[in-house]
Nanobody
Framework: QVQLVESGGGLVQTGGSMDVSCAAS????????MAWFRQAPGKGRDFVAA????????YYGDSARGRFTISEDNAKKTVYLQMNNLKPEDTAVYYC????????????????????WGQGTRVTVSS
């Protein structure tokens, strides 16, 4: 198990930028696929971005592609989500998620594939 703690949410104006972070516990950070999901009020949890160890690739949901960037600092065991050109529809609670990378294929964008979740950090984009 890995514990995840998000930080960095808040209020930002439309068109602005915001970074959120996720600090992970444990010694095997680089064996976990790391992802960001978000959940807007009254809606389901949507995939935002992920880092997959098996393919050494990053993936983005449609709403994030071209505006958001996922990155990590292995020494700090932290994954980041840089969000640019934010829109009111980006308003949501952003959750960090992790799953053990076992070398097999597992859908990267499916929330139920992840067994470890942070508490979430709220991002509000004002119009």
């Amino acid at each position: 198990q890995v514990q995840l703690v998000e930080s960095g949410g808040g209020l930002v104006q439309t068109g602005g930028s915001m970074d959120v972070s996720c600090a992970a516990s444990g010694r095997t950070f680089n064996t976990y696929d790391m992802a960001w999901f978000r959940q807007a009020p009254g809606k389901g949890r949507d995939f935002v971005a992920a880092i997959e160890r098996r393919s050494s690739s990053t993936y983005y949901g449609d709403s994030a592609r071209g505006r958001f960037t996922i990155s990590e600092d292995n020494a700090k065991k932290t994954v980041y989500l840089q969000m640019n050109n934010l829109k009111p529809e980006d308003t949501a609670v952003y959750y960090c998620a992790a799953r053990t990378s076992d070398g097999a294929y597992h859908p990267i964008s499916v929330a139920s594939e992840y067994g470890n979740w942070g508490q979430g950090t709220r991002v509000t984009v004002s119009s």
